[in-house]
């Protein structure tokens, strides 16, 4: 058989294949998903009172932009290390934000404890928190999921634990919102600690779940 022909028959039934989306477009159409669930979180928890005051100021819009620029550097980080053609400096963009977004928080928090003669340190117990980031978080990280089921399954575990801090950070900006602290002490151990939680255990149980979702997948395309 001629090479020609030969090439021909391999190439006949092959199916079409479609190119994987770009990092960027993958989290533009994460926030797309995200960004309603979270509102909705937010009116059916009701939104704390004086809302508009609060975002008028310096500190707490600086947390929640902060908050929100970590969710996406984690998204988009999450995207590029699910990808093989990406370089794995970009992983660095969460870590990098996330360093910027605590920095800021206890920046803060030194300041009121001085204004408030240490009246900021005291911690108080805030347990609602922890389902609370949970509810706000698990629309975006299923979201995460199923997107990151779609591209190439490359550095497995650094995609699980990206996506996992992008819903996490996205479920705290949606928190602050309708739940505030007690004490700037009790943001910091308890809401972002239930951050730090929830990005754990999430990477772990998204990382399982992709790994099983591939090979499944694998089986049908290998029985097919």
Known sequence: MRNESLIDALTNDLAPVRRARSPGRTTALWLAITLPALALVTLVMGPRPALGSLLL????????????LTAIASAYAAFCAGRPDQPGWKLVFPVGMMLIWLGALGRQCLLLTAATQGDALRLHADVMCIPAIAMAGIVPAI?????????????????????????????????????GAASFATLLVWQMGSVALSTLAGSAVSRVILVQLRRGQTAINALS
């Open 143 to 179: 979201g995460m999921v199923l997107l990151l089921r779609r591209t190439p399954l490359f550095r497995t575990t650094a995609a699980s634990l990206c996506g996992a801090m992008a819903a996490a950070a996205a479920a705290e900006f949606s928190l602050r919102l309708f739940h």
């Open 57 to 68: 100021r310096s500190g707490f819009a600086l947390d929640e932009a902060l908050a929100a």
